[in-house]
C-alpha cells in the first residue's frame, strides 16, 4: 500500500532539491576557503580567492573581508620577565579555540550604521571641531559591550553567527604565528611602529592605512581599541590612536564594564558558523 509523507515533509524536499544543490557548492568551497567575504546589505558569506589586499576599496564600504584561524591553540600571555607587562598578562599559558574567521580590518562609521544603525562617536566626541574623528572609512567609536553584543545579535544571518573575538582569538590573530610584544617585534620603537599602528596621534585614520601583520589583518595596534569577550566579561585590546605605543603591545588588555565607552573604542568582529 502506498504510504504518503506528511505535507511539510514533501514541502521541504521539494525546497532541497531546488536550492541546496548550489548552496551546497558555495559552502564546500567555503570550508576551503582561508578568506571570505560578507555582503552587509544581502547579509550573505561567500569565498574570496587569494592573493587578497585588505586595504582594497571594496573592503571599505558594504563588504567585510575576514580571515579564517584554524581551530587550535593559541599561544597567549608573556613571561614575568617581560618588563612591560602588567600581572594579568603573565604567565603566558595555551587556551584552545574552534574555528572562526576574523575581520581583515576594524569596522569603519560606514559598517557600524549598515550593521546597527546608530552614530554613536557623536555621544563621545568633543563639541570643538568634530571633523577628524567623522567619516565614513574613519573607524567607529564610542562602541560599549552592551552596544556591540546588541549589533551583532541583531544582524541575523543564515548559517552564520556574527559575534565579538574572544580574547584569545584576537591575540592569537594578533600575533599571527608569532611570540613577541608586537606585531613587528619586541622593540618599543615609535618610528618602527608607525608603520603598522595608528597611536600617539591626534585623530583615529581610515581603515587599512598601515602594513598589514603577516596574516593580512590591518589595524591590530592602535587606531581603536577593539572589544572582545572575555572569562570575565569583556575587555578592550590593541590600544588606541590616542595611547601611546606600548598599550598597544598583544597581550595588554582593557576591562570594559558592559556600558562603559570612550572615543577610541571600536570593534573587529568574527564570523562563526
Not at 521541504?12 to 564546500?28: E, K, P, R, T, V
Not at 597611536?199 to 572589544?227: F, K, Y
Request: proline content about 8%; glycine content about 10%.
Amino acid at each position: 500500500m502506498m504510504r504518503w509523507a506528511p505535507l511539510g515533509t514533501m514541502l521541504l524536499l521539494s525546497s532541497c532539491g531546488s536550492n541546496s544543490s548550489g548552496q551546497l557548492q558555495i559552502d564546500m568551497t567555503i570550508s576551503s576557503s582561508r578568506w571570505v567575504a560578507l555582503d552587509l546589505a544581502s547579509r550573505t558569506v561567500t569565498p574570496v580567492a587569494e592573493p587578497v589586499d585588505a586595504s582594497a576599496p571594496r573592503w571599505q564600504g558594504g563588504a567585510l573581508l575576514f580571515r579564517e584561524l584554524d581551530p587550535g591553540v593559541a599561544r597567549v600571555g608573556r613571561a614575568v620577565a617581560d618588563t612591560l607587562a602588567e600581572p594579568d598578562e603573565y604567565p603566558p599559558r595555551r587556551v584552545g579555540h574552534g574555528r572562526v574567521w576574523i575581520a581583515a580590518n576594524e569596522l569603519n562609521q560606514r559598517q557600524w550604521r549598515l550593521i546597527a544603525g546608530t552614530e554613536p562617536w557623536f555621544a563621545v566626541l568633543p563639541l570643538r571641531d568634530q571633523r577628524p574623528f567623522v567619516g565614513d572609512s574613519l573607524p567607529a567609536l564610542g562602541l560599549t559591550p552592551e552596544s556591540a553584543e546588541t549589533a551583532c545579535d541583531g544582524f541575523h544571518l543564515d548559517s552564520w553567527t556574527l559575534d565579538l573575538p574572544l580574547a584569545a582569538e584576537w591575540e592569537r590573530a594578533c600575533a599571527a604565528g608569532g611570540t613577541a610584544r608586537f606585531t613587528w617585534g619586541d622593540e618599543l620603537d615609535a618610528s618602527k611602529a608607525v608603520t603598522y599602528a595608528v597611536c600617539d596621534a591626534t585623530s583615529p585614520q581610515p581603515i587599512g592605512g598601515r602594513t598589514p601583520n603577516a596574516w593580512g589583518l590591518h589595524d591590530m595596534h592602535g587606531n581603536v581599541w577593539e572589544l572582545v569577550r572575555s572569562d570575565s566579561g569583556w575587555e578592550a585590546r590593541g590600544g588606541g590612536w590616542d595611547q601611546p605605543v606600548a598599550t598597544a603591545r598583544i597581550s595588554n588588555h582593557l576591562p570594559m564594564p558592559m556600558m562603559v565607552t570612550g572615543w577610541s573604542i571600536g570593534l573587529r568582529p568574527v564570523l562563526r558558523r
